[in-house]
């Protein structure tokens, strides 16, 4: 058994990038500051002075560029890792990741496998308002042909990017700023999560979250609060958004009779919108109460503090719309609606 | 001057006229769909460029790229049968006209956002750098690309990276119905190049030879020394973007002023001067062409479609 340490998600995602490169010399890492800056958010840190320029590569600030090289490069058998600063600048290299990355395999009838990796941060960090906090992941998991995994603690951070390297299609794998700092025990050496499998982080009876990356910690939260007035809420862990763990999802429905999906992103054809019509057709009789789902707000993320509080769901947010699915009277606050979607006029 | 060569070159470019007038045919007959760019005019640049290349450099083309594809696969039945959309297309007729693709003959498409495979030309070409083989990579785009940012990307990584990549602008004039001088700001695409840096020379892309004499040194340079080249071949294209464009934004005086400089005329003209065939030997190469091209149209009708329980294939490895 290998001996669990505490170190954290950046250090984790690190030590996936630097054992798979130590394996397998075809896997490069390039994007912007990744080198000789050690990583915009020290992600790659000490991976040049160890695998040298070759291997781990500076780029200008030219997304379309890099990504597009990047899948050139895995066109012929190289295992690429594009790093994006931040997925809000992936939006410059769309068009490689859906018309390009996405679909060369199908176009040419499989032809090719593109075993390709796109990662970064994704979501809001802190009052870094509407064009940097965007939570894309809806955007990219709609695109047949794109893989699309989100860890929520270092060791899954770990384990699934591992995963992800070694998987022969191309994976948007998004993090988070405001995670990496978080400390978890992580296994030293080979681990690796299998991509498509979700994990009950926490067990419960009464309603079942199904969340993602850090809404997973506002769901941790939000059930420890419940549980205080006897409400066991079960905190199931996507990890990946496509493929869809559907069998965990209906499984955990199937025993908590309710269901509450706490996404970051936008509520408007979001993935928890997916994840409501999946239980909703599938999983229709084990119902006690409509299929609900905690958003941000319908809005570009404002800048000012307390307007970001508002967007973002919150614990206290989970907790009511909880507590509404149950019939359970508020105790504090005052009730918060849920998201409403912004119709243009 | 190398008899066999030419002759070969001839019978290329014959090859990919009748096999285009006879998609264009299909298309009229309601047998292929969707989009289909000719090439009509063009042959040289697909042609000439090609032959300069060895068969182990990749070549990553457009949507407008039959001529490419059968410059470097000589396959018109695999791709006569992908614009058919039957199962034994090149791209099993998930393609289609704009996506041909030869993983094993290092063909590497049939792209059609424009400028979006210039970086990924760019990124196959680092392959090679990466592992430190020789092979080169081709890229052609139209004249419409150079407006493009992933255009501008790709250049920009080829040059900061010294990457062994040819680019091939073939500037036939008008980006889709929108004739060069309304869209560009400069003369020559060329001029953009060179400030990469990367050597650029402009072409006759009307000439094969002279198109596959630059293409030569471009390789070359790209395989030698590691450095991008890039390559505008001045042409023309006779028909409209597509064949649902009449091309009526062109005068007929403009149209036939470029329709007598033919590339297979030229080059025809030449064989005779030389002395290497006769008029009734080049007819005989250019019926060997129609006759390969008959056999393409037949294998496509006889063809299967793509099973129907096979559409869900693909999407993943």
Partial sequence: MPEPRIISFREALREAMVEEMERDPSIFLMGEEVGHYNGAYKVSEGMLAR???????????????????????????????????????????????????????????????????????????????????????????????????????????????????????????????????????????????????????????????????????????????????????????????????????????????RCVVVQEGWPFAGVAAEVVALVARDAFDDLDAPPERVTSLDVPMPYARNLEERVLPSPARVIATVRRLLGVEETVGAPVPPARVQRGR | MDATLLLDLYRQMCLSRRFEEAAAKAYSQGKVSGFLHLYIGQEAVAVGAISAAEPTDYIVATYREHAHYLARTDDARGAMAELFGRATGCSGGRGGSMHLFDAAKRFFGGWAIVGGHVPIAAGVAFGSKYRGEQDVTLCFFGDGTANMGAFHEGLALAGLWKLPVVFICENNQYAMGTPLYRTLSVEDVAVRARGYPMEAEIVNGDDVLEMREATRHAISRARKDSLPFFLEAKTYRFRGHSVADPATYRTKEEVQKWMERDPIGILAERIRTLGIATEEQLRAVDDEAKAQVQDAVRFAEESPVPAPESVEDYVYA
Avoid at chain 1, 166 to 173: A, G, I, T
């Fill in chain 1, 51 to 257: 695998f040298g320029e070759a291997r781990v590569i500076d780029t200008p600030i030219a997304e379309t560029g890099f990504a597009g090289v990047g899948v050139g490069a895995a066109m012929v058998g190289l295992r690429p890792i594009i790093e994006f600063m931040t997925w809000n600048f992936s939006l410059t290299a769309i068009d490689q990741l859906i018309n390009n990355a996405a679909k060369l395999r199908y176009m040419a009838n499989g032809q090719f496998t593109l075993p390709i990796v796109f990662r970064g941060p994704g979501g809001a960090a802190h009052a870094l308002a509407a064009q940097h906090s965007q939570a894309l992941e809806a955007l990219y998991a709609h695109v047949p042909g794109l893989k699309v995994v989100m860890p929520s603690t270092p060791a899954d951070a770990k384990g699934l990017l591992k995963a992800a390297i070694r998987d022969d299609n191309p994976v948007c794998f998004i993090e988070s700023e405001v995670m990496y700092a978080l400390k978890g025990e992580v296994p030293a050496g080979e681990h690796v999560v299998p991509l498509g499998v979700a994990e009950v982080k926490r067990p419960g009876r009464d309603v079942t979250l199904v969340t993602w990356s850090k809404m997973v910690h506002t769901c941790l939260g939000a059930a420890e609060e419940l549980a205080r007035d006897g409400v066991e809420a079960e905190v199931l862990d996507l990890r990946t958004i496509r493929p869809l763990d559907a069998a965990a999802i209906l499984a955990s429905v199937q025993k908590t009779h």
